[in-house]
């Protein structure tokens, strides 16, 4: 990738040149130079939240380390390709890589976008006639003291899905989500990306909504209907629009700020448990998307020329990163 976001997406917002920038005691923030680079602000402030949740928990060394976690940003200024204007691009920061870091899961959730973004259309152009669904399982809300079992059981559950006769999926990715329910029960549901033959929608392959419902409960041998949604990809339509939603994160940050008991019990339950899996055909392509990126910043192309540094730093009282 030649052009890496260091924000939340492809936005290049060109930022003012150096020299007219006052370096004072108003020193300007990050998210007035870099429209792009504006979430920081809202991330670092959340990890703030997160890392006071942590004090005085057994989890007390994670408040330390997310306390640490991108103080500091570097910013290369680089020169637009289209217009010439310079905008600014992560150079250098130091991640606490803390699991439930409002920063680290943003960065990490990037990264995995841009390798899927990168991956997905080798897999179209390896199996042009296959077609794609976005499926969505659930299971009733669980007590968050209970959410660890649960989601062992529905990775039993995906397992036995997976191996069914009528599975029709060759390959597939599955992301984990837990939501947090008003009454501060846990929502855990999969979101899977699933590539299937290309005569899935005219062969007897086909499985209705209802069939779908019906495998899903009998792979979690209970007696209810869970909720179940499934959409298929339009012919002719890529499956990398499904990777905002894929990618996104185990928790949502408006999840883990709410309720420090919700947060501390959400980290015990969810230590170590994977939230992205792949499989079948996709395995191969994908699988990278397992793991924790080594690189949090995107700073891969270090031939580029740049036009100098911009330091900003994370004031916590004002809440924004300053330009030091
Ligand atoms: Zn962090």
């Not at 976690?69 to 637009?80: G, I, M, Y």
């Not at 069914?164 to 060759?170: R, V």
């Not at 339009?234 to 990398?240: A, L, S, T």
């Not at 330091?311 to 009282?317: E, H, L, R, T, V």
């Amino acid at each position: 990738m030649s052009d890496f976001p260091s924000g939340d997406g492809s936005v290049t917002n060109s930022v003012a040149k150096p020299s007219s920038i006052s370096n004072g005691t108003n020193a300007p923030s990050l998210g007035d130079l870099s429209e792009k680079d504006k979430p920081w602000d809202k991330h670092r402030g959340n990890a703030d939240k997160v890392s006071n949740h942590y004090q005085g928990s057994e989890f007390r060394q994670y408040a330390q380390r997310i306390d640490f976690c991108s103080q500091l940003l570097d910013f290369r200024l680089v020169p637009d390709e289209a217009d010439g204007l310079l905008k600014l691009k992560l150079s250098a920061a130091r991640f606490c890589r803390v699991r439930h870091c409002p920063v680290c899961q943003w960065r990490r959730s990037l990264m995995w976008k841009a390798k899927a973004y990168q991956v997905l259309p080798k897999i179209v152009k390896d199996f042009p006639k296959h077609r794609w669904l976005f499926l969505t399982l659930t299971v009733r809300n669980c007590e968050i003291t209970e959410l660890k079992g649960t989601l062992q059981w529905m990775n039993k559950a995906w397992q036995r899905l997976s191996q069914l006769k009528a599975f029709p999926a060759e390959g597939w990715l599955r992301s984990t989500e837990v939501t947090r329910g008003k009454d501060g029960s846990a929502h855990p549901h999969f979101h899977c990306l699933l590539m299937v033959k290309p005569i899935y929608f005219s062969g007897k392959s086909y499985i209705k909504q209802a069939e779908w419902v019906e495998m899903w409960r009998k792979s979690l041998r209970i007696d209810y209907n869970p909720i179940l949604d499934v959409q298929a990809v339009k012919r002719g339509q890529q499956p990398m629009q499904l990777v905002p939603e894929l990618l996104k994160y185990c928790v949502k940050e408006s999840d883990l700020v709410a309720d420090r008991e919700w947060f501390l019990e959400i980290t015990r339950q969810m230590h170590k448990m994977k939230c992205v899996v792949t499989g079948g055909v996709l395995k191969q392509y994908l699988k990278d998307l397992e793991r924790e990126p080594d690189d949090l910043i995107g700073s891969d192309n270090f031939a580029e020329v740049d036009e100098g540094h911009l330091y900003f730093g994370w004031k916590k009282k004002e809440k924004s990163y300053k330009l030091l």
